[in-house]
């Protein structure tokens, strides 16, 4: 058993975190730095999903679009996410229709399926090689859980999703070999992929279709005029009619009228080597899993057949001491076949929570709109918000409008609270996790 493997920090100078997606990745593409100053009609802020499907759909509306990203392409959650393509925001349809009524609930229910449309579309179109497999699966260790899940499926099945199916114990042993479960739900229509690749494929079109994209470029100041925005960055500037900011987690101090919408938190996964045999009879349906707990585990098999395990949240967005200490127990849990197993790679990440769970987007300014808080289901949602922004800049904004509307909450307290805050709910939902609740 290797005890040392290679521990990722959060912050990495701007280079890709020694993670297993940057060790297999398949494009080795470096953008250049902006260092001069440069007038555009669009500047689209962050390289991750949100920022490069923004940039993709205006590009394929006939815009021009300069993208700009303070480190690497999908270097921050875009990057070193779990590589899930599961449908739906982290707030389920009946926590929206609570607490937003039934006509907001119908109209994030007609899209929960688009983000996952737009992926598949996109890789498709652009010949993208991600290592693409269908199949997600939720999983259920009490008949709480199942009767939830059995819940969710009727409730989806309200809005045109028919693609679940319910697994008992023995049905499940089919996609997972492990009896850490009382049952579980299949989404056939889910998948995974390998996300820094979708990512950098992403990148790759944006490029094709003439957009222009900057690497190590740190945007410092966004500053609306009365016919332009101008956003500074640490050697040069874009003068752009319209800005859209796709900086999540990582806008930092940028722009300060965002950054307490939402807080960051990061989360770990580890990747043992490669398994061989093993690997098949771990998960021989070769979907992905992620269990219903608040303080969930989720896993799949690489494409070159390593377990990648995920989990854990950190509020405030710090890096565990030792991530193969924190993770590997939940792994040996549901498996105890990998006892003994090396592990290769282990790195961590940030994500934006925002209070409800619910994704914002809106604008700062006429000329200013931003997108995120995906508060962990950020792969297809990041996808989906990326097209409405666009077709909103294009002038098709009825969607737009109808996610702006959206009341946000801010956490109680403010900014010194939202980490106790969220820390304390963490502990209670985690001690109903415990108690099978």
């Given amino acids: 058993m290797n005890h040392n493997p290679r521990h990722i920090p959060i912050y ?15 494009d080795h593409t470096e953008y250049p730095t902006l260092q001069n100053d440069m007038t555009a009609e669009i500047c689209v802020v ?3 999903y949100s920022g490069l499907s923004t940039a993709i759909h205006l590009l ?6 300069v993208l700009l990203e303070g480190a690497r392409i999908g270097w921050g959650a875009s990057g070193r996410n779990g590589g899930q393509i599961v449908n739906g925001l982290n707030a389920g349809l009946d926590k929206i229709q609570k607490a937003y009524g039934a006509d907001t609930a119908a109209f994030v229910g007609g899209l929960i399926t688009r983000g996952n449309d737009i992926i598949r579309r996109v890789i498709a179109d652009y010949h993208i090689e991600c290592d693409l497999k269908n199949g997600n699966i939720y999983v259920g260790h009490t008949e709480a859980h199942m009767q939830g899940l059995r819940n969710k499926k009727a409730l989806w099945a309200q809005y045109g999703m028919d693609s679940h199916e319910i697994l008992d114990r023995t049905a499940l042993k089919q996609y997972i070999n492990s009896n850490a479960y009382l049952g579980g739900m299949i989404d056939h229509s889910g ?3 390998h996300p820094l690749n979708l990512a950098l494929g992403e ?8 957009g222009k994209i900057f690497e190590h470029t740190l945007v410092t100041e966004v500053t609306p005029a009365q ?7 640490d050697q040069g500037s874009v003068r752009a009619q319209q800005v859209v900011l796709c900086g999540n987690a990582y806008l930092d101090k940028a722009v300060p009228t965002l950054r307490d919408r939402v807080m960051p938190a990061s989360t770990q996964i580890v990747a043992t080597e490669p398994l061989g045999d093993l690997a098949n009879e771990l998960m021989p349906g070769g979907a992905c899993v992620e269990d219903v707990r608040y303080i969930l585990d989720y896993y799949r098999i690489s494409a070159d057949g390593r377990l990648l395990f995920g989990g854990g949240t950190v509020y405030g967005g710090t890096d565990p001491a030792d991530i193969e200490a924190k993770i590997r ?10 006892q003994g197993v090396n592990i290769d790679y282990a790195w961590s990440g940030n994500f934006a929570i925002s209070f409800s769970r619910v994704p914002q987007m809106g604008e700062i300014h006429p000329r200013i709109k931003f997108a995120h808080g995906y508060s962990g289901h950020g792969v297809t949602g990041s996808h989906l918000f990326g097209q409405i922004l666009a077709n909103a800049i294009h002038g098709n ?33 985690g001690l109903r996790d415990r108690l099978g609740m």
């Fill in 12 to 26: 990495s100078n701007g280079q890709y975190p020694d993670s297993y997606y940057a060790a297999s990745r398949n």
């Fill in 46 to 48: 962050g390289g991750g």
């Fill in 60 to 65: 394929e509306l006939g815009h021009e679009v």
């Fill in 191 to 193: 998948g995974h992929m």
């Fill in 203 to 210: 990148a790759r079109a944006l490029t094709q279709l003439g």
């Fill in 227 to 233: 016919d332009h925005v101008l956003v500074l960055t």
């Fill in 329 to 338: 127990p939940n792994m040996e849990k549901v498996f105890p076949q990998t």
């Fill in 397 to 429: 904004t009825t969607e737009y409008e109808r996610f702006k509307a959206i009341p946000w909450l801010p956490f109680p307290g403010g900014r010194a609270l939202r980490v106790p805050y969220s820390m304390i709910g963490s502990w209670w939902y």
